[in-house]
């Protein structure tokens, strides 16, 4: 019993001091961006174009494939239902609320912290082991000004645009899936925009900017921190990827909190 | 300039506990300080740019303690040290012409025209002009030191620490290397302080290292003479 208390409590103090050393990590990486040199941010956006490349770009066809499917199969088993119970007019409040507000942004994050949060991870933690943070430390570069801050921009910038792709394709596959069960589309886009308030369109973007940063930071934290062996580097990606979606979750649940 | 830019104060190397080791690194001269895996030395230049702590003692670098400074100088402090890593520590997505850029790009306000002219200079000093497009998994082993070293010497530094710097070169490479590190000559010795950490120091160079010492078991011994 007290060995379990024990190591519940060297848990506790475990993810205590991860979420400290991640707090003075974002810390520093403002303190960085603050301190980057003209030249050194034409660096950090040549850089930060290809990961949005890599994480937006190369993203969309999933994004186009989880949004559209999902939408379709909610909204048709939707139209279906509450016909029966004759209360059509709640299927907007159903794309709006649980689509467009809550699962556009969590499933956005998920495949993006899947998908490139591993990849980020992967690639810093394989930096720290062929030396290049050593040796960039020892030129007087801050690794954090060339490795993070151009990752975590385009987290941010990927995760908003994928987020506004992912409730776009789900409103118009809500509308295909509307009208393959028998409602007209001018019934549809009545109550679909009678259900969307001003909160619903900024706090999905809110919500693309707190889950880009977690997969722009955490990611690149867990890449930074472990041990600088070639064998670390799998530890690292799947650290991060773990720590990357409960952190989400997390704040997802924060959101819900503070605003309801 | 100090007369000692590189001061190690009875530094305590791991495994040698009971010997601790101090050496004066003197202006203008090449100083060489030769030993195994085992005797530490690698460890020397992360310890002088606090990439790690030492143990005990601690390495003055022109007279400060970098290990006490905030983490933006220590950075700036860095920067007045070329620093060429055991590995060369080239970045393996830049070409060798963007890696010799980086330092100046992060670590200086010069405009970008101005990097180029000096990283321009800096590739033909060390015969890179024609190959600085080429990333670093596409040029040959001499090439890379080449690199590295040209990034070292990107700030025109008073001093500067060579990891392993002649491994795998030839006896005319090496000379020629260090004759780039050295930078010529002044009335007081070379123009730049070098300090070489390695294994071994090719015959060809001891007569162009004015202090040659070997560490073993934690303790330095002069090669002098």
Redesign the interface.
């Known amino acids: 019993m007290a060995a379990s208390i024990a190591a519940l409590g060297r848990r506790a103090t475990d993810a205590v001091a991860w979420v400290g050393a991640l707090a003075r990590f974002c810390v520093r990486t403002l303190a960085a961006a603050r301190a980057l040199p003209r030249a050194g941010r034409r660096v950090t956006t040549r850089i930060l174009l290809d990961q949005v490349r890599f994480t937006a770009l190369q993203a969309v066809p999933l994004i186009i494939l989880l949004s559209g499917i999902l939408s379709f199969l909610l909204i048709s088993q939707a139209v279906r239902e509450l016909g029966r119970l004759g209360a059509t007019e709640l299927i907007g409040r159903l794309m709006v609320i649980a689509i467009v507000r809550e699962l556009g942004p969590l499933l956005t994050a998920l495949a993006v912290a899947g998908r490139s949060g591993t990849a980020i991870a992967a690639e810093l933690a394989t930096n720290k082991a062929l030396g290049e943070v050593h040796a960039l430390e020892g030129m007087g570069i801050d690794p954090v000004q060339y490795l993070v801050l151009p990752r975590l921009g385009g987290a941010i910038v990927s995760v908003l645009g994928l987020v506004v792709l992912f409730d776009l394709v789900a409103i118009g596959a809500g509308f295909l899936a509307a009208l393959a069960n028998g409602m007209s589309g001018a019934r549809y886009a009545e109550i679909v925009t009678d259900s969307l308030s001003f909160r619903d369109v900024w706090l999905t973007p809110a919500k693309g900017l707190a889950f880009g940063m977690i997969i722009g930071l955490v990611p690149s934290f867990h890449g930074l921190t472990v041990g600088g062996r070639p064998t670390t580097v799998p530890i690292a990606s799947s650290q991060a990827v773990v720590a990357s979606i409960v952190a989400i979750f997390l704040c997802a649940g924060l959101f819900v909190l503070v605003l309801l | 300039m100090n007369e000692h830019p590189l001061r190690f104060e009875d530094i305590v190397l791991p495994g040698w506990p009971d010997a601790p080791m101090a050496l004066d690194v003197t202006a203008h001269q090449a100083v060489a300080v030769l030993g195994s895996d085992a005797s530490g030395v690698d460890q020397l230049?992360?310890y002088a740019?606090a990439?790690q702590a030492p143990p005990a003692g601690r390495v003055l670098v022109h007279g400060r303690d970098l290990a006490t400074l905030p983490?933006?100088e220590a950075?700036?402090?860095?920067?007045a040290v070329g620093?060429l890593?055991?590995?060369?520590?080239?970045?393996?997505n830049l070409t060798l012409s963007e890696n010799v850029a980086?330092?100046?790009?992060?670590?200086?306000?010069?405009?970008?025209t101005q990097?180029r002219s000096r990283v321009g200079v800096i590739l033909a000093q060390l015969r890179l002009a024609d190959v600085g497009v080429r990333r670093p998994a596409d040029a040959t082993g001499e090439q890379r030191r080449r690199a590295a070293l040209a990034?070292?010497l990107a700030f025109d530094p008073d001093l500067v620490l060579l990891e392993h710097p002649f491994d795998g070169l030839t006896d005319r490479d090496a000379a020629e290397l260090l004759e780039l590190a050295r930078g010529g000559e002044s009335a007081a010795g070379s123009r730049r302080t070098v300090f070489i950490i390695g294994p071994y120091l090719p015959p060809s160079l001891r007569a162009r290292v004015e202090s040659r010492f070997r560490l073993h078991r934690g303790r330095l011994e002069s090669e002098e003479g």
Do not use: K
Not at chain 2, 75 to 79: D, E, N, S, Y
Not at chain 2, 85 to 92: E, F, I, Q, S, T
């Open positions: 230049a992360a740019l990439l983490y933006r950075l700036a402090a860095r920067r620093y890593p055991a590995d060369d520590g080239l970045l393996h980086l330092p100046l790009r992060f670590g200086s306000r010069l405009t970008e990097i990034r070292a």
